[in-house]
């Protein structure tokens, strides 16, 4: 069945640097949420993208939606201690929505 | 609103013993769903209903059941527990996913444990 794979599965920066997470897939996605989980939380719906090559902006996260809609990414400039957590990729087929793996983040003050 | 709700927050069971876990949301979503998670493995589609009276397998099934009886409710019923079903369980809803916008709402979690 269709999978997405998310990487990498930990980052530790210093507060201040940027952080990037990739979601790749070996099928074409039909669209892609991204959703942050806070330690001991649940998921919180950040974005959904739907077009090839969209890029969206949230104050200091971007993201991207690959020109094949085959691949994602999220990254944050300037990373702070509120961004600690885990973000997962999520897209649907019909009805089913699979997630990726997840990247955890760790931010160093 | 209070959106989506689990109870209970914790749980611990011995091996075979049964149990149901309750979801509830009042957002009137036509779509709600449960997922577990697991250390490393992301999220997965255990059931998901489209609607009252609808429901249908996601990617790890068994050992579960599910029913839909009204539009607010989606109880997720272990038959048999397992040691492999400790983990965390999440209920999730959303709208209207032939609506072509997929914002899920999650509650905040049952952590089982099956000793």
């Known amino acids: 069945g269709q999978q997405v794979m998310q990487i990498p599965q930990y980052q530790h920066v210093q507060e201040g640097e940027d952080f990037t997470t990739y979601c790749n897939s070996s099928t074409t996605l039909s669209n892609i949420q991204w959703y942050k989980q806070r330690p001991g939380g649940h998921p919180v719906f950040l974005i959904q993208?739907?077009?090839?090559?969209e890029v969206k902006k949230q104050k200091r996260l971007t993201f991207q939606f690959g020109e094949a809609k085959k691949n994602s990414s999220l990254h944050i400039t300037a990373t702070q201690t509120t961004d600690v957590g885990t973000y997962f990729c999520?897209?649907?087929?019909?009805?089913?929505?699979?997630f990726g793996t997840g990247t955890r983040l760790k931010v160093l003050a | 609103n209070a959106g989506v709700t689990q109870t209970p927050k914790f749980q611990v069971l011995k091996t075979g013993q049964s149990m149901t876990l309750q979801c509830a949301q009042d957002m009137n979503h036509e779509y709600m769903s449960w997922y577990r998670q697991d250390p490393g493995m992301g999220l997965r589609l255990i059931h998901y209903s489209v609607g009252a009276g609808i429901t249908d397998q996601g990617e790890v099934p068994n050992g579960y059941n599910v029913s839909r009886s009204t539009t607010e409710d989606f109880p997720l019923r272990l038959l048999s527990a397992a040691p492999s079903q400790t983990s965390v369980y999440f209920c999730a809803s959303l709208r209207d996913p032939s609506g072509g916008y997929n914002e899920q709402f999650f509650g905040p979690g049952t952590r089982l444990t099956v000793l």
């Open positions: 993208l739907v077009k090839s090559g």
């Open positions: 999520s897209s649907s087929g019909t009805y089913k929505y699979i």
